[in-house]
């Protein structure tokens, strides 16, 4: 069978298609790089929010089409949006072949020659798959170290979706990050819904600093760096690692939603302003050139005026190198979907001064930039990003000369513009 993938969503998402495709490829079947040439289309969806199901809802129905026309024989759906809707999503496209659970993309290679709705319970721990290949750049890539979520935000489909959650045992991980390095990745982004759980639902406690000391010894391991941590977890021990280690990028990447703490407290987030705060200072304080990225939901039920400005003024506080800004959707099955909500065109508007806020404070940091010398990583000869940016989500910059794919070097900053900045290489090849 030759099938062509099509992976939405967020890098864990990737990582379950890398996990089943490496399946499909070690069960002899070929994976190809355009409709035309695939036997059947995959499809792994993603469910988070609104947007993304209308994204996964319009795949479906292209490849549907493609189907009918005589392109390909079949169309399987799988991922997120199947875990959500389950046999409903099998109503709403009756002529897809194949509608499977993310549990059931485990044997995924018995599934596709079969028709129906093939739903299995996700499993009670995580493991090391027995399969894994790279869909992305060959230098970089996504280790998952654990997946579901027990946070409950109000505002958030996960748990329900991806279910409690399960941190990957440390040896395992250790195993996986040591053949991602054996084939030639330097740069490896440790992911979760919440990378700052680790090892609690394992262990007992929270591991994830001792889980990168344990990677740091990996021999000809390029550079790690942590996404997706939740405030009130991120501890002096891990900031005092990142400061002291050159193989950790001085990055992360730590989603706040908000500052003011009535809408915290609605949001159902487990810290206030005043620890978001004591968290952000201590992380200047111990790692003084470290780049932040974060995420802002505006609009959310009860949000105030008063609420909204104290949020544009605490981002032109603290100075954010990435920032995303999200209009609230009103997602069912969650506890945000009774709250009063706002209206969309204070939505809207809300989004759109907030992102012009931003705007102003990259201006500023760009200035900052101009002539100082940052660690660059290359994606490709003339373009690649510094230690401020992760693949696929932040900026990028370009290069005054060409250097060799893959390398991690010294570049002077010589122009920036918004995201996009251009930088001098000046010890890469």
């Known amino acids: 069978m030759k099938f062509f993938l099509i992976s939405l ?102 599934l596709l020659d079969k028709d129906g709705l093939f739903l299995e319970p996700l499993p009670a721990k995580l493991q090391l798959p027995e399969f894994k290949m790279s869909l992305t750049a060959p230098h970089t890539a996504y280790l998952k170290v654990a997946d579901g979520c027990n946070n409950r935000c109000a505002y958030c489909t996960i748990p329900s979706i991806r279910g409690p959650y399960r941190s990957k045992p440390m040896t395992q991980i250790i195993k996986e990050a040591r053949l991602m390095v054996q084939n030639g990745v330097k740069e490896i982004s440790l992911i979760a819904q919440d990378t700052t759980s680790y090892g609690l639902d394992l262990y007992g406690e929270l591991k ?30 891990l900031a005092r690692l990142m400061a002291g280690e050159e193989k950790i990028f001085h990055y992360l990447d730590i989603p706040l939603q908000h500052i003011a703490d009535p809408v915290l407290k609605n949001m ?25 990225r974060t995420n802002f939901i505006v609009g959310f039920p009860q ?20 920032m995303g800004v999200f209009e609230f959707f009103r997602e069912k099955g969650t506890a945000a979907y ?26 500023k940091l760009n200035k900052r930039l101009l002539g100082t010398t940052l660690e660059a990583i290359a994606d490709g000869p003339d373009f690649g990003r510094t230690y401020k940016d ?28 918004g995201y996009e900045r251009e930088v001098e290489p000046l010890t890469a090849k």
């Open 9 to 110: 969503g967020c890098p864990k998402n990737l990582t379950n298609s890398e996990e089943f495709t490496a399946r499909l490829l070690a069960h002899g079947h070929k994976l190809v790089f355009s409709p035309e040439e695939a036997d059947t289309v995959i499809i792994n969806t993603c469910g988070f929010i609104s947007s993304a199901v209308k994204e996964g809802n319009e795949e479906i129905r292209h490849a549907l089409d493609l189907k009918r026309q005589g392109v390909i024989k079949r169309v399987a759906v799988t991922g997120c949006m199947v875990e959500r809707y389950r046999q409903k999503l099998a109503k709403d496209f009756p002529e897809a072949d194949t509608v499977f659970s993310i549990a059931a993309q485990e044997h995924i290679e018995d």
């Open 208 to 237: 994830l600093t001792e889980l990168l000391q344990k990677l740091l010894k990996i021999r000809g391991l390029g550079r790690l760096r942590i996404m997706y941590a939740y405030p009130h977890r991120v501890t002096l021990e």
């Open 268 to 292: 159902n987030r487990h810290c206030d302003a005043a620890k978001i705060r004591q968290t952000l200072d201590m992380l200047k304080k111990e790692v003084p050139d470290i780049s932040l």
């Open 303 to 322: 949000e105030t005026e008063k609420d909204f400005q104290e949020l544009k003024k605490f981002v032109r506080e603290y100075e954010f190198d990435n």
């Open 338 to 363: 009774d709250m009063k909500q706002i209206p969309a065109a204070v939505k809207h508007r809300r989004a759109r001064e907030l992102e012009e806020n931003q705007s102003r404070v990259i201006d």
């Open 390 to 417: 992760a693949p696929d989500i932040d900026g990028r910059v370009t290069f005054t000369r060409p250097v060799r794919t893959g390398s991690i070097f010294k570049a002077r900053v010589v122009a920036a513009q």
